[in-house]
């Protein structure tokens, strides 16, 4: 029995306190919590006191920041990565480092992407929108000085204008089908 533990475990082995108590809570219904403390070399009563210990408090903030950051990512569509993620959390007034939106963003499998700087095909779309809002907007335009509704307006003409990749069909024609 101690064998097959060890094979499973050896990663575990290896590892912080939390992921082999963890290993042990989730194999109690295949081996005995004695038998795995031992192979693991924990204590039986260190793997009680970690199941009735509540949640540490940089658990619980890394729960809740974790929260804040999903949302943001999401109402971003998905596009903004950890930098922008950050710069929007200190706007809201939130004190916290970039590398632990970094750390908490990979935790939480957010996928990202971003484009290669020397790759222009990559980002094409973008560039081709930036040059159609400098249109209405030239470049250095303090938007606070339009109303929101002008602000409005531009994407609804934005997209009520035929393009040709999409066979000389508006955005919303498109999407309408």
């Not at 793997?47 to 210990?53: I, L, Y």
């Not at 974790?66 to 007034?93: K, N």
């Amino acid at each position: 029995m101690e064998r097959d533990i060890s094979k499973k475990g050896l990663a575990h082995l290896r590892s912080s306190l939390p992921m082999k108590f963890g290993f042990d809570d989730e194999h109690r219904a295949v081996w005995p919590v004695r038998v795995m403390c031992a192979a693991l070399g924990l204590s039986a009563s260190g793997h009680c006191a970690w199941r009735a210990r509540p949640e540490s408090l940089r658990a619980q903030a890394n729960r809740a920041l974790t929260d804040d950051i999903r949302l943001i990512h999401a109402e971003s569509s998905g596009t903004y990565g950890a930098p922008r993620i950050h710069a929007v959390l200190r706007g809201h007034g939130r004190r916290v480092g970039r590398s632990r939106i970094e750390r908490l963003m990979r935790r939480a499998g957010t996928q990202i992407y971003f484009c290669d700087p020397q790759s222009p095909w990559q980002h094409g779309t973008n560039e081709n929108t930036n040059g159609l809002l400098r249109q209405y907007f030239p470049k250095g335009t303090d938007l606070s000085a339009h109303s929101a509704e002008t602000i409005a307006a531009v994407p609804a003409t934005l997209n009520a204008r035929p393009q040709k990749a999409l066979g000389w069909k508006s955005p919303a024609e498109a999407l309408d089908q």
